[in-house]
């Protein structure tokens, strides 16, 4: 493959960057070209020494998604790193996928819990306004104290939620890391 036919297959699997990042990402592997034939190399030789331009764009690409969702954890952020590291092997289906989907269970779980809990009061009075004859003291007050119970629930839940995101974070650079070339030690 020659030096235009690499760039230009890059810069196709780089879409999904912002053309100034994928413009450095060019330039950087330009001077890989340039390098390899002031010593005497042929384009083809650097090219395949550099690898799939399509796997770069995948790990560059899941590299991108995780730096993003590190400075800015939305959730938004959280899935499109979550199908980026998913992107870098049929493998990461599983491996990923599954704790993401028990992760995001367990925090939409205690969320629902905490806030259906400190809307418990108020289903009491929509009960009472609905069947005038159906109200009990103790149902006000136990659903008052289950409104307590739910602002407890979702406190817990706040730090919980971030850091169970942090946590998924590390485990997707974990996994990133591991896809490209195995851990090194250092």
Do not use: C
Request: hydrophobic share 50%; aromatic share 12%; glycine share 10%.
């Amino acid at each position: 493959m020659t030096k235009y036919q690499f760039l230009k297959l890059l810069e196709a699997s780089l879409s999904k960057i912002s053309s100034e990042e994928r413009q450095d990402i060019l330039q950087d592997f330009e001077e890989h070209f340039a390098i390899g034939l002031e010593e005497g190399k042929t384009e083809e030789e650097i090219s395949a020494a550099l690898g799939s331009p399509r796997n770069i764009a995948k790990e560059l690409v899941a590299t991108h998604h995780l730096e993003k969702v590190e400075t800015t954890a939305t959730t938004g952020n959280v899935i499109r790193a979550v199908w980026a590291v998913i992107g870098l092997g049929f493998f990461n289906l599983v491996i990923v996928l599954g704790p993401f989907i028990t992760v995001a269970a367990v925090i939409i779980a205690g969320w629902t819990t905490g806030i259906g809990f400190i809307a418990s009061p108020l289903l009491v009075l929509i009960n009472v306004a609905i069947y005038p004859g159906t109200f009990e003291f103790f149902d006000l007050f136990f659903s008052m104290a289950l409104a307590g119970i739910g602002l407890f629930i979702a406190i817990g839940m706040y730090f919980a939620t971030r850091g169970m995101i942090q946590g998924f974070v590390r485990y997707l650079k974990f996994n990133a890391k591991l896809v490209k070339g195995g851990l090194k030690h250092e």
